[in-house]
């Protein structure tokens, strides 16, 4: 067997046997003030983190973020940049064995009203350098931390 049809059969052997990386969305949201929001939540074994999910099939990327915040927050998202582009791989901080390709946002949004849904415990809108005192699930630490080291967020590509 060459090489291309080795690698053909271990692929097709693996996703037949383990499921595929699921892509998300999630976003860290600015409000008008500058704070930013993080919602505790039991799935990250209740670190603190940001609002985000599955991306639907034949869903784009935008709508299943503002689906999401919808969702989960109530918000309404105003403005989208792009952020980094992460992988969570059976990450010790998600309750169950998980393979996450993380698509990360910065957002901005007018209102700082919050309706939770059963996917979080709590909420806080803090100064986003006091959020790195918080535990925090490390998609979310590194995302706050890009997010710091690019000022002016004009300066990202919006999506």
């Given at each position: 067997?060459?090489?291309?049809?080795?690698?053909?059969?271990?692929?097709?052997?693996?996703?037949?046997?383990?499921?595929?990386?699921?892509?998300?969305?999630?976003?860290?949201?600015?409000?008008?003030d500058?704070?930013?929001?993080?919602?505790?939540?039991?799935?990250?074994?209740?670190?603190?983190g940001?609002?985000?999910?599955?991306?639907g099939?034949?869903?784009?990327?935008?709508?299943?973020?503002?689906?999401e915040?919808?969702?989960?927050t109530?918000?309404?998202?105003?403005?989208?940049?792009?952020?980094?582009?992460?992988?969570?791989?059976?990450?010790?901080?998600?309750y169950r064995?998980?393979?996450?390709?993380?698509l990360?946002?910065?957002?901005?949004?007018?209102h700082?009203q919050?309706?939770?849904?059963d996917e979080?415990?709590?909420?806080?809108?803090?100064?986003?350098?006091d959020?790195?005192?918080m535990?925090?699930n490390t998609?979310?630490?590194?995302?706050?931390?890009?997010?710091?080291?690019h000022?002016?967020?004009?300066?990202?590509?919006?999506?």
């Amino acid at each position: 067997m060459g090489t291309f049809a080795a690698a053909r059969t271990a692929y097709a052997k693996a996703v037949t046997t383990h499921p595929t990386p699921l892509a998300t969305v999630g976003a860290l949201v600015r409000a008008p003030d500058s704070r930013v929001l993080l919602v505790q939540t039991h799935k990250w074994r209740d670190t603190w983190g940001v609002p985000g999910g599955k991306i639907g099939y034949g869903e784009t990327i935008r709508a299943a973020l503002q689906r999401e915040f919808l969702e989960e927050t109530g918000l309404t998202l105003d403005k989208i940049y792009w952020g980094p582009v992460q992988e969570a791989v059976r990450s010790p901080e998600f309750y169950r064995d998980a393979h996450f390709i993380l698509l990360n946002f910065i957002v901005l949004t007018a209102h700082t009203q919050v309706s939770l849904n059963d996917e979080a415990q709590a909420h806080v809108w803090i100064p986003p350098e006091d959020a790195l005192t918080m535990n925090l699930n490390t998609p979310t630490r590194r995302l706050l931390q890009f997010y710091l080291a690019h000022q002016p967020l004009e300066q990202l590509l919006c999506l």
